[in-house]
């Protein structure tokens, strides 16, 4: 790989993510930071990757994050939880330290688990996720570490982007599906006070979630969070800090069509925006 091993002249902070879901998290940390530059990379032409294999999500990932790399990013979020949990430890155990030292990449999951493992009471924690974040038991595994009073409870509800990226949240169809897996998680443990929104397309069934999820439960929505570990992270590391630039502009590239794309991301990201296309591989 001949990327550069530093970035001399600095760069944006890239967003990686599946799709279009990751412009959730992105408007968070935008609103929350608006004076860097930003490089989002969404890729849409091979999204979902929810049901893909470890070694799919992983191989797909790692070209994200090279590409991003290649636009001169110093640091990188993956905004994906289907990405964070099957390809982020690996990137940066093996491939940052042989391929990109000096680069750095970060996830959703260690914010999310350490901001419920503050809220929850009862230390019984739900999560509703992608098959792919679920199967990967990386939030089990963090929460172990963390928090290992915590017992988590998992529910895959793998209806629930089609349903987000075919614009039909507001539908019988969606009350059926988030009540259907609402319903199949408080009954496995009716103690549940906190549950996570372990996907990046969640945040647009909240309205129904909430519906169906009992008053006393908290739902922590992952944008905010993953944007206040990131502004902390930024603080403790000024030699990557340094080297984010700050002139509030923001590029989006898809492996999708720009058209598609720019259409699309009205839903997730309130402002109008341009993207471009970009091949992976
Ligand atoms: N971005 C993915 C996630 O947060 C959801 C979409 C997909 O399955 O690719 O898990």
Redesign the pocket.
């Known amino acids: 790989m001949n990327v550069r091993s530093g970035t001399e002249r600095g760069g944006p902070i890239g967003i990686f ?3 279009l ?2 412009l959730t998290v992105y408007h968070a940390i935008r609103s929350k930071l608006p004076q860097y530059d930003y490089c989002y990379l969404g890729d849409t032409a091979r ?5 893909r294999s470890f070694d799919t999500i992983y191989r797909y990932t790692l070209q994200g994050v090279k590409a991003l790399f290649e636009q001169g990013c110093p640091l990188l979020i993956l ?5 964070s949990a099957k390809a982020l430890r690996t990137i940066q155990q093996r491939d940052l330290p042989q391929y990109f030292p000096g680069r750095r990449v970060l996830g959703v999951i260690r914010p999310s688990v350490e901001r419920v493992g503050t809220l929850s009471q009862s230390r019984k924690v739900g999560l509703f ?2 098959s ?2 679920v199967r990967s038991e990386s939030y089990v595994l963090e929460f172990r570490k963390l928090f290992p009073d915590l017992v988590l409870y998992q529910e895959a509800c793998p209806m629930w ?1 089609p349903l987000v990226e075919n614009n039909e949240t507001a539908t019988p169809a969606a009350e059926y599906f988030v009540r259907r897996h609402v319903d199949a998680l408080m009954d496995r443990e009716p103690d549940i006070d906190t549950i996570i929104l ?4 969640y945040p647009l069934l909240l309205p129904l979630i909430r519906k169906f999820v009992p008053g006393n439960v908290q739902i922590v929505n992952q944008g905010p969070e993953v944007a206040e570990r990131l502004e902390d992270y930024l603080q403790r590391h000024p030699e990557i800090e340094k080297q984010c630039l700050k002139n509030s502009r923001q590029r989006f590239l898809t492996t999708g069509t720009a058209e598609e794309f720019e259409s699309l991301a009205a839903a997730f990201f309130p402002e109008p925006l341009n993207a471009e296309h970009i091949e992976l591989g």
């Not at 905004?79 to 990405?83: G, M, R, W």
């Not at 372990?198 to 397309?201: G, K, L, Q």
Request: glycine share 24%; proline share 4%.
């Open positions: 993510d599946s799709g879901g990751g999204t979902p990757y929810g049901s905004a994906c939880n289907t990405a996720g992608t792919g974040t982007v372990a996907c990046t397309h």
